[in-house]
């Protein structure tokens, strides 16, 4: 890879008050790692909606050793609690429909998400929503749906999600999560509030990267990894969305990633061996100003590259 084209990008990505960090990971070698406006690397981060492809790695996990029977099962089955009077539709809700973002619950992105922080019970206060398309049928964008994915995975395993993610994904690879946020039950939030490192974040991408196999063993089922890039959705020009990952095509290559509010990426670009990871400081609104990835790796990340 050319270091100065690389440089010169990164130094532009620098500019954002808010950055801080980039680190580009190219034939498992870490290429460049920096960081920025008093970040460094033992520094946690929340990675918001990039849990969501966290959430997406546990449920294919949790299938493939028999504590969930398969995406297609109605979360009916796992909370039957929470559907004593829900209709027929509702019922048909299953745990696909919730990780492409197809339940058909209402839901508006933030406003929905601070009424329902307000409930003393999340799952109910969003299972409760009112059915506004068949199951299936409509994309629309909920971390209420991740939510409800990781209170099935504990009644399915029997154990927190926070605990099952560090027994069978996070421990094998030396990852330790700082923080996972909980709701007022103690279901651990499906769709953001897990606080990762940045390296911990590019080992999460490099698990992709290599279909699923850490160290030469298989963490994650290759079909989750297959999935990751399986769009299901087309969500503008620029987006399309997968299951708990989004997809774009840059300079020609494919790539997908997980894309947590604020500047927070883990991208895969498999043609190119790549994965690159950023996050930014999202607890100061008045700083923040989400990077432009797709720039970063159209004009430098990609033509930095040199050789095979």
């Known amino acids: 890879m050319d270091s100065a084209t690389l440089r010169v990008g990164l130094t532009k990505l620098g500019n954002n008050a808010s950055l801080f960090s980039a ?5 498992d070698r870490l290429v460049t790692e920096r960081y920025f406006h008093g970040s460094g690397a033992q520094r946690s981060n929340n990675i918001h909606s990039a ?5 997406q790695a546990l449920v294919h996990i949790a299938i493939a050793k028999g504590y969930i029977g398969s ?3 109605p979360v009916v089955g796992y909370l039957p609690e929470y559907f004593g009077n829900a209709s027929p539709d509702k019922k048909k809700i299953t745990l696909r429909h919730m990780l492409t973002m197809r339940s058909g619950l209402d839901w508006t ?6 009424q329902v922080e307000k409930a003393s019970d999340w799952v109910q206060a969003i299972l409760g929503r009112p059915l506004v398309s068949v199951p299936g049928t409509a994309y629309n964008y909920s971390t209420g749906n991740t939510h ?16 099952f993610a560090q027994q069978y994904l996070f421990g094998p690879m030396g990852i330790t999560a ?7 039950r103690g279901v651990f939030s499906g769709g953001y509030n897990l606080y990762l490192t940045p390296r911990e974040m590019a080992k999460f991408g490099l698990l992709y990267l290599h279909d699923g196999k850490w160290g ?4 994650v089922p290759q079909s989750a990894v297959q999935a990751a890039q399986a769009r299901t959705t ?7 969305y997968a299951e708990g990952w989004w997809r774009q095509t840059i300079s020609g290559r494919s790539t997908y990633f997980a894309w947590g509010y604020g500047g927070q990426f883990v991208y895969v670009i498999p043609s190119a061996d790549i994965v690159l990871v950023t996050s930014e400081n999202t607890g100061n609104n008045s700083i923040n100003k989400e990077i432009d990835s797709r720039a970063f790796l159209r004009d430098y990340l990609l033509p930095s590259i040199t050789g095979p």
């Open 23 to 27: 680190l580009v990971i190219r034939h």
């Open 51 to 55: 849990s969501k492809s966290v959430l």
């Open 71 to 73: 995406l297609d099962d």
């Open 109 to 114: 992105e933030d406003s929905t998400e601070s």
């Open 148 to 163: 409800v994915v990781s209170a099935v995975l504990q009644k399915a395993t029997h154990m927190g999600t926070c605990q």
């Open 178 to 184: 700082e923080h996972w946020g909980r709701d007022p």
């Open 216 to 219: 030469g063993e298989s963490l």
């Open 234 to 240: 087309q969500v503008d020009d620029t987006f399309a």
